[in-house]
């Protein structure tokens, strides 16, 4: 029962890398997803494709192996591009996503890490509080939706990943206290001045009577 079950699964998987973007049913489906291909510097690729069941992002290494990544069924296929996976950024050695939890406003985005070879997922990395334009200090710092005693600190050059420790649950009795929803919104103008990152974040320690 086992083989049988691994070859099924196997020969839909084959279909699925196998289609196109394409639904007679659907038509206007063309309109809503684009199968336009991004190539990375490294010759790996990333794109969407869809047929009338569901839609998909495909990751192609550069030896042309195909490995799917995220999908939407077909109750859903008209969100794509504003749920799940929305946008991806290339890196030297990964790829960064840009996930949307829901379709519409007003949730934070959140990201996920791939390696830029192999598609692999490196990491879930939450959601952002400072990104770095300059090339010579190439970071995203995030902070995890659910824990929020520290930030996630990346080098998107290397992918090295390490954590800053901030004061043991100092944030979630912020958030009891106060009319914020989200954690991220309590930082604000972060930046890196001589190799030092620094970032301000508001707190309280009770509620004003």
Known sequence: MKIIVTIIFSIITQLCLG?????????ELKEVIT???????????????FSCDSSWVLF?????????????DKELMEYTGKLGFAEWFEYKKSFLVEYH??????????Y???DKITGRKIANLGR???GSNDDKYPYFVTIDKDKSNFLTFLNLDTNKIFKIN???????????ITN???????FEDGGIKNGIFEIAYKYKKKRKR
């Open 101 to 110: 939890t829901i379709s519409g406003c007003c949730d934070p985005y959140e």
């Open 35 to 49: 199968c336009e291909k991004t190539v990375f510097k490294n010759g790996a690729k990333i794109y969407r494709q």
């Open 180 to 186: 914020h929803l989200f954690s991220e919104t309590l």
């Open 60 to 72: 192609e290494s550069k030896n042309k192996k195909k490995k799917v990544l995220f999908s939407l």
């Open 19 to 27: 289609q196109n973007c394409a639904c007679k049913i659907r038509a």
């Open 112 to 114: 996920i890490l791939f």
């Open 166 to 176: 901030l004061p043991k649950g100092r944030i979630e009795k912020t958030m009891k």
């Open 128 to 130: 952002q509080i400072f």
